[in-house]
Nanobody
């Protein structure tokens, strides 16, 4: 099983980003999918999750400005975030729910 996250990069504060996570070796239609992030010097923390019926849940620090979605046909999960701040700078990881399958992470750097 492999998860590849894309879409990171340098973004200005106040801007928008869309991350994608493509999974191979497993059909995500049978699993909840999540995003986590790890800021420099900090532990990895939960960001958002989407269930099998598209139920979603978000960490408080992204709620209201983020959307997690999934396309089971493309075996891909997405994370959209707007109103980015410097505190959103982190490596963002996708994860298959109920497993220890993680993507390699994509770095998001928010600049002022």
């Amino acid at each position: 099983v492999q998860l590849q996250a894309f879409g990171g990069g340098l973004v200005q504060a106040g801007g928008f980003l869309r991350l994608s996570c493509i999974t191979s070796g497993l059909r995500i239609s049978g699993y909840p999918m999540s995003w986590y992030r790890q800021a420099p010097g900090n532990q990895r923390v939960f960001v958002a999750t989407i269930g099998l019926t598209n139920f979603t849940d978000y960490a408080s620090f992204v709620k209201g400005r983020s959307t997690i979605s999934r396309d089971n046909d493309k075996n891909t999960v997405y994370l959209e975030m707007n109103h980015l701040s410097l505190e959103d700078t982190a490596v963002y990881y996708c994860k298959v729910g109920g497993s220890n399958y993680w993507g390699q992470g994509t770095l998001v750097t928010v600049s002022s």
